[in-house]
C-alpha cells in the first residue's frame, strides 16, 4: 500500500497491494495511518507551524473484513472475519518514484528507524502509532460487539518485524481486558534483550528470589494471571538476532522450570525490568516504574522456530512448506512446554 501511494498507483488498475486481501476474500475495510514522530519531522513541523505545515503521514497498517464470495461456500467458523495487519519498517527508497513523493519516502524510513530505536529501549508503549493501534482495535472491538453478534476471537492481530511490535503491544493490551485476540507475530523483534535470565535467578538455590518476591510479584501475579490464557503465534528464525531473545527467553525458562521450578514460578512472573530493579533497588517509586505497561511479561505462547537457510528476518520465507522451513512447535505456559511438533 506505500508502495502504491508512492508509486501513483492506488487508484488505478496497476495497484499491487489489492491482490494481497482479495485472493483471499478480503475487503480492505480502513487504512490505519500515523504521523512521523521521528525528530527530524517533528523539529521541521515547530519551524514551519507559522506556515500550517503539517507531519508527514504515513501508513502503518489496515483493518481487512472477510467477504465470502456469492454462492461461494460459507466462511469457516474457526477463520477470522477481521484482520487488522501492520506493516513492518521500510528500509529503503523506491527508484524512478515521482519527485513529488521521494521526501514522503524518506520521512517514512526515518520515522521506522526512530520507532525501531523505541522498541530497542522499551519505550514503545507511548509512541503515537502504538496508541493509535490500539484504540483502532478497540473500536472495531466496539463495532464488532453492537449487535453483529461476531465472537472477538473472529478479530486476528497479524504483523512482521515492527509490525509484529505493534500487534504483540496492541494483543497483550487486550489480553490485560481479558479480550484474547488471536495473533500472530512474524519475527517480533525482543527489545534490548530482555528475554535473557538473569544470573542471580540461574544459581543454585536462586539467590536473591526473595527480595525479588517480596518486591515485584506482588505487582506482576495478577497480571500474570490475567495475559496466561492468551497464547499469540510466534513465527522466528534460530539464526534471526531481531526475535533471538523469545527464544533465549522461553527456552531459558523451561530449563528453569525443569531444575528449580520454585524458583522459575517466581522468576517468570515478573518481567526482567522488573528482576534488575528489585535486585539492584531499594528505592520504592523505582521498583514500582513501569508497573502499569510491563512490555516485557508473556507468560504463554506457541514457540514456531524456523531452521531453513532462507533469509532469517524476511517475511516472504513464512509461505514456504513446513518442511522446507524445517519448522518445529512448542506451546510454553507457566505449566511448562508442551509436546514438540516437528515437522523436518
Not at 508527514?56 to 487488522?84: D, K, N
Not at 481479558?178 to 544470573?199: I, S, W
Not at 514456504?320 to 519448522?327: I, Q, T
Request: aromatic share 8%.
Amino acid at each position: 500500500m506505500e508502495s502504491d501511494e508512492y508509486m501513483n498507483r492506488t487508484h488505478t488498475g496497476e495497484a499491487l497491494a489489492p491482490a494481497w486481501w482479495e485472493s483471499f476474500n478480503f475487503r480492505r475495510l480502513k487504512t490505519l495511518r500515523y504521523e512521523c514522530e521521528c525528530l527530524l519531522c517533528e523539529t521541521k513541523t515547530r519551524l514551519s507551524s507559522s506556515f500550517g505545515a503539517h507531519r508527514p503521514c504515513s501508513i502503518y497498517g489496515a483493518i481487512l473484513e472477510h467477504v465470502p464470495p456469492a454462492g461461494g461456500a460459507l466462511r469457516h467458523p474457526s477463520a477470522p472475519r477481521y484482520i487488522v495487519a501492520f506493516r513492518g519498517t521500510i528500509l529503503r527508497r523506491h527508484q524512478h518514484q515521482p519527485h513529488q513523493h521521494e521526501q514522503q519516502q524518506q520521512h517514512t524510513v526515518f520515522g521506522d528507524m526512530h520507532l525501531n530505536l523505541r522498541i530497542l529501549a522499551n519505550k514503545q508503549h507511548g509512541c503515537d502509532r502504538f496508541r493509535d493501534a490500539r484504540k483502532e482495535v478497540g473500536r472495531l472491538l466496539d463495532s464488532v460487539a453492537d449487535g453483529s453478534h461476531v465472537a472477538p476471537a473472529a478479530v486476528w492481530l497479524v504483523g512482521h518485524s515492527l509490525g509484529a511490535s505493534i500487534a504483540l503491544n496492541v494483543g497483550r493490551d487486550m489480553a490485560a481486558k481479558g479480550c484474547y485476540l488471536p495473533t500472530f507475530l512474524f519475527n517480533p523483534p525482543q527489545g534490548r534483550q530482555e528475554g535473557r535470565v538473569p544470573d542471580e535467578l540461574r544459581c543454585e538455590g536462586g539467590a536473591g528470589v526473595d527480595g525479588a518476591e517480596a518486591t515485584g510479584e506482588g505487582h506482576g501475579a495478577a497480571l500474570f494471571q490475567t495475559l496466561a490464557p492468551w497464547v499469540p503465534e510466534l513465527y522466528v528464525h534460530e539464526r534471526d538476532i531481531v526475535c533471538q531473545g523469545f527464544i533465549d527467553y522461553f527456552e531459558q525458562r523451561q530449563k528453569m522450570l525443569d531444575r528449580l521450578r520454585p524458583v522459575a514460578e517466581v522468576a517468570m512472573k515478573l518481567s526482567l525490568r522488573d528482576m534488575l530493579i528489585s535486585f539492584h533497588s531499594t528505592d520504592p517509586a523505582e521498583s514500582g516504574e513501569d508497573q502499569r505497561v510491563r512490555p516485557h511479561l508473556l507468560p504463554s505462547a506457541r514457540l514456531w522456530k524456523n531452521s531453513s537457510y532462507h533469509y532469517a528476518h524476511g517475511l516472504e520465507q513464512w509461505w514456504k512448506p513446513d518442511n522446507e522451513l524445517r519448522l518445529s512447535s512448542r506451546r510454553y505456559s507457566d505449566r511448562g512446554a508442551e509436546a514438540e511438533l516437528l515437522y523436518g
